[in-house]
């Protein structure tokens, strides 16, 4: 019960083989980069910071590899776009599906991802674009399975207060936007990737906050706060960083929609100096404390020690999926719903909902897939929703002192939104905007449980 | 219901007020006393690891309404006429009223001795020099602060750090000064952004809770602690010099302490000052707060909230009345030497030193009247007193108050009296107790007292202009 000498302070880790690699994926100016519906231009004009895929290779002795890629991408509009790229780098590293996960930044300001709207302006230069970034996976997944060295993955927690509740209500219209009157889950996960000798090698974020500083009125293309965050924390530790999307289905800036890109930075900056705050607070690489004497001064002392951690150097994957029912309104009475707003506006709506069907959605439900690995002490849960900030606070919750670095965006099929049961309540956009029904949260939230459990338990 | 709409703002607590802001160098020749442990076999200080600093913060348009907050690098006023000397100088040099001024110690545990008493002990012969240095120097950043007032503003923000721990630890019943991992620590910095009114910063004023502990008896550098570095990393970033003020940590300290080794004070100020630098980022630029101007519709229906001017808030207050406070039934120096007659001769020789101190010049009755300053800075208030609070102190104001930043203050002008801890840390026999001249009750007091403060602040009274 009480602390003995002796007791540690453990630091969550694995220590296995580890690589990191980063390639620039910044597009050409004048690619397709409509994201809003309120946007009066459908091309970039320039670059505000350059996108980047970073990726991490992690094996633990006698274990199959698995690797993570991180890239500054908005979000898949066609199931076929995101296996095309997913499916090359499979092959091409000789991967099985459940050994990769790829996962996007949602920056709302990237370029479209898709190889279909070659007769829309920018069009043709996204379709090459996606051949550039399959590239680009590839070769930064190899190299960073090749360059693999023993090392290990250390976790802290800290926090940042860029994130806020999006749910506004306004006399009785739902918004999206801040609202001062809900707290935000405001949990930064950040992972210390170090080589044997104490090297940092890369730093791995993981933070939930829809990356919509930048809206309709920027037209460069940028990897919104996550741009600034990125080199800030790289300037500090001469590493790469991989920004992982949490689970931020309702949460925001609370300044946002914005044409300044100097606000994102701002934004950046505030997320980056949290997650240095959480680095400068770790033992050293490698290190737990420990309780190791008590002596007499002018006051009698407990004095804790950095000690070698202990070694966890066990890794395991599983994939699955959840079935999710759906309940979804036909493209007809979705254009009578929507016959006052503008031509565009109304034109940019049906195009996203047929664009989240195609291939996912086969009567009344789907098979909604999740992905889960252990990385000794710490475990990572990537699904391609977008659900609810409860997903990481109840799993978070369930597992204490286990870290659960939760991605949303990653991997396919399956690009929608996955709210609260409250959301439906209120009528949010996010409730009318998924195809799912009130409630999928939490059978995904219970099905991850399983998943986890599973792999603690081996 | 939602009671937010079109026009709500989500307010950023602020002055508005003439502020200016001075930084003297104040690092004593090496060689000067420094002596803060038990455990230490030496006295004198080696080397310097990060300079001692002494910063000025003058705020108010009148001169005779000023308020003048000076922060110094010192660990603690042993004997408190030297610490009434200086304030009494920087009262008489300025014309300022009593509860004006403020001298507030960082409590590194690294720094030089600040004890006129110390005079003939080894290193002792710096001492006097030193304390007539930092008395010019308060003098010196006081005036330069006071004359360069220009019109700005004092705006706050909160962060959290986790640099603090619990440091409160049973040993199977034998109460021990060292991380408790089994008990919550207090997370808040309070973050106040000092500009001008084209919205230059002129500085920071950074309010954390925890022990500068990390550095001890196997360090001869004398060190600022991780106030050092902290200060360093946010005075690079924002151009403008960083004030710190210590909180209410009597419980609170950083987990690994206790070392000889710098890296680990720099590792703890780096850690601190990024999220001192995570809040400030976070907050609107200088002068605005958000506002929710506009519901558009884009692919969602949005809420739009913008910067807005903040209106001008320049109330500033201030009180200075005493609580009265009993003293504890205090065992005698013979009965002292007596109960730890077991320990180490260093250890045993400071913690008598450090009683017969205490006992000398304060005691006077079965009473004290313990000061407590109080200010008011528009929104926002500011608390110091002389002792060391547990940081239950800044929690209950915090709660107590919760619309407006409390900023709490350890070791705030004299006299010192000691600790001021919690009812239980006397049942278990706390070395925060046992070294306190306070009875076990006076935390409860302190409470009440500043709430009443605070109170009083918030009606009106106490106006200054």
Redesign the interface.
């Known amino acids: 019960m009480?602390?003995?000498?002796g007791?540690r302070?453990a630091t969550p880790h694995l220590v296995a083989k580890v690589g990191v690699a980063q390639r620039d994926i910044t597009p050409p100016i004048g690619v397709r980069s409509r994201m809003?519906?309120?946007a009066k231009s459908d091309v970039s004009t320039g670059t505000h910071r350059p996108l980047t895929l970073t990726a991490l290779a992690v094996a633990a002795d006698g274990s199959e590899a698995q690797l993570l890629i991180a890239v500054d991408g908005t979000w898949w509009r066609r199931v076929a776009d995101e296996f095309g790229v997913r499916g090359a780098v499979l092959e091409a590293l000789g991967l099985r599906q459940e050994q990769l996960q790829i996962s996007l930044s949602h920056t709302h300001a990237g370029p479209l991802l898709s190889v279909a709207d070659t007769d829309l302006e920018g069009g043709e230069l996204a379709k090459e674009y996606l051949g550039s970034l399959t590239q680009a996976a590839i070769d930064a997944g190899r190299q960073a399975l090749d360059e693999r060295q023993s090392g290990q993955i250390e976790w802290g927690t800290?926090?940042?207060?860029?994130a806020s509740n999006?749910e506004?209500?306004?006399?009785?219209?739902?918004?999206?936007?801040?609202?001062?009157?809900r707290a935000a889950d405001d949990t930064v996960l950040v992972g210390r990737i170090s080589a044997s000798d104490g090297t940092v090698l890369g730093t791995i974020v993981n933070y939930a906050c829809h990356p919509t500083t930048l809206?309709?009125e920027n037209q460069l293309i940028s990897p919104d706060y996550v741009g600034a965050m990125r080199r800030l924390v790289e300037s500090a530790t001469a590493a790469p960083v991989l920004f992982l999307q949490g689970a931020s289905g309702e949460l925001a800036p609370?300044?946002?929609?914005s044409g300044d890109v100097s606000l994102a930075d701002?934004?950046g900056?505030?997320?980056g100096?949290?997650v240095?705050?959480?680095l400068?607070?770790m033992?050293l690489p490698g290190q737990e404390?420990e309780?190791v004497e008590?002596?007499?001064?002018?006051?009698?002392?407990?004095?804790?020690?950095?000690v070698a951690i202990p070694g966890n150097a066990t890794t395991s994957m599983v994939q699955g999926a959840v079935e999710l029912d759906v309940q979804v309104p036909s493209i007809e009475e979705l254009t009578t719903r929507w016959a006052d707003?503008d031509e565009g506006?109304r034109g940019?709506?049906l195009r996203?909902v047929r664009d989240l069907r195609d291939g996912y959605i086969d009567g009344d439900t789907v098979q909604h897939p999740v992905w889960a690995w252990r990385w000794g002490d710490a475990i990572v849960v990537g699904q391609p929703g977008e659900p609810y900030s409860r997903l990481q606070l109840r799993l978070r919750e369930r597992f204490p002192g286990t870290p659960i670095v939760v991605l949303g965006l990653t991997n396919g099929p399956g690009f929608v939104y996955v709210p609260t049961e409250e959301a439906y309540v209120r009528g949010d956009?996010q409730a009318w905007?998924t195809p799912l029904v009130s409630g999928s949260l939490d059978r995904l939230e219970d099905y991850a449980t399983e998943l986890i459990q599973g792999l603690l338990r081996d | 219901m939602s009671t937010t709409h079109i026009g709500s703002r989500a307010s950023v607590p602020h002055l508005t007020s003439a502020v200016g802001m001075a930084r003297r160098d104040v690092t004593p020749p090496v060689g000067i006393r420094a002596r803060n442990w038990g455990a230490a076999d030496w006295d004198v200080s080696e080397g310097v690891h990060r300079p001692i600093l002494l910063t000025a913060l003058a705020i108010g348009t009148s001169d005779g309404a000023a308020q003048l907050l000076i922060a110094l690098d010192g660990g603690v006023w042993r004997k408190f006429e030297d610490e009434r000397k200086i304030r009494d100088h920087l009262l008489s040099e300025f014309g300022l009223k009593r509860e004006n001024v403020l001298i507030a110690l960082s409590h590194t545990h690294a720094g030089p001795g600040m004890c006129s008493g110390d005079v003939g002990s080894a290193g002792g012969e710096h001492v006097p020099a030193y304390m007539e240095a930092i008395e010019q120097a308060a003098i010196d950043a006081g005036r330069e602060a006071l004359d360069n007032r220009v019109a700005g503003r004092i705006e706050w923000s909160q962060g959290r750090s986790s640099l603090a721990s619990n440091r409160d630890l049973d040993l199977n019943g034998r109460p021990l000064i060292g991380f408790n991992p089994e008990v919550a620590a207090d997370d808040t910095v309070m973050v106040g952004r000092v500009t001008a009114d084209d919205g230059r910063v002129l500085g920071t004023v950074v309010n954390y809770a925890c022990h500068p502990t990390t550095l001890a008896w196997d360090n001869r550098l004398l060190s600022p602690d991780y106030v050092g570095a902290m200060r360093e990393l946010v005075e690079d970033a924002t151009g403008g010099p960083c004030l710190f003020l210590q909180g209410a940590s009597g419980n609170l300290a950083p987990k690994e302490q206790y070392s000889g080794d710098v890296t680990l004070a720099d590792r703890h100020g780096r850690s601190l000052g990024h999220a001192v630098m995570a809040a400030l980022e976070d907050m609107p630029l200088p002068g605005t707060e958000l506002e929710l101007v506009d519901a558009i519709e884009s692919g969602a229906p949005l809420a739009i909230w913008r910067g807005a001017p903040t209106a001008e808030e320049t109330t500033v207050g201030a009180l200075a009345d005493a609580v009265e406070l009993a003293i504890s039934d205090l065992p005698t120096i013979e009965q002292l030497r007596e109960r730890w007659s077991g320990i180490n001769e260093h250890s045993l020789g400071e913690r008598l030193f450090r009683a017969k101190n205490m006992r000398d010049d304060r005691v006077t009755g079965p009473t004290i009247q313990y000061p407590v300053w109080a200010w008011r800075w528009g929104g926002a208030i500011l608390v110091g007193h002389p002792g060391e609070a547990d940081s239950r102190f800044q929690l209950t104001l915090r709660e107590r108050f919760p619309e407006h930043p409390i900023v709490v203050v350890n070791l705030v002008n004299g006299p010192h009296f000691g600790y001021v801890p919690t009812k239980e840390a006397y049942e278990l026999g706390r070395y925060q107790a046992w070294a306190s001249l306070l009875a076990s009750g006076s935390l409860e007091l302190l409470e009440e007292h500043a709430c009443d403060q605070i109170t009083r602040l918030l009606a009106g009274e106490g106006a200054q202009s």
């Open positions: 009480s602390t003995q000498l007791a302070l809003w519906g309120a800290g926090w940042s207060s860029l999006r506004l209500d306004v006399d009785g219209r739902p918004l999206v936007g801040y609202n001062p009157e809206a309709w609370k300044e946002q929609y701002r934004h900056r505030s997320l100096h949290a240095l705050a959480t400068a607070g033992p404390l309780f008590a002596i007499e001064s002018g006051a009698p002392l407990a004095i804790w020690r950095e707003l506006t940019e709506r996203r956009y905007q």
